[in-house]
């Protein structure tokens, strides 16, 4: 499988603007149409310990990936959403080795 996957861990008061802020962000760079992007993103809210969220990103590739966080629009969305963030933000990239899909 070539699929790579980063997950975003990150602690914030305010999840409707970093909502808001990754919605906006998807819909110009689909407008866009240029250059790699994720395959979707989901995000989590920790029901154990309010306040902390977790973003999953799937990537086609690793090398996509990087060609997206080379981006000057990536860079000045995560620049926005760290400051919506209570704290830096912890990062986990992982290669994709199976996929199972449920109905």
Do not use: H, W
């Amino acid at each position: 499988m070539a699929g790579f996957l980063q997950i975003i861990e990150y602690r914030t008061s305010k999840p409707d603007e970093i909502s808001a802020l990754m919605e906006d962000f998807r819909a110009k760079r689909e407008a866009g149409g240029e250059g790699p992007s994720p395959v979707r993103a989901v995000t989590g809210a920790d029901r154990d310990e309010p306040g902390r969220y977790f973003a999953i990103v799937e990537f086609a590739s690793y090398d996509e990936a990087m060609e997206n966080s080379n981006r000057a629009d990536t860079n000045e969305f995560a620049e926005k959403m760290m400051a919506l963030c209570d704290g830096p933000a912890k990062y986990y990239n992982l290669d994709q080795v199976d996929l199972q899909d449920y109905r």
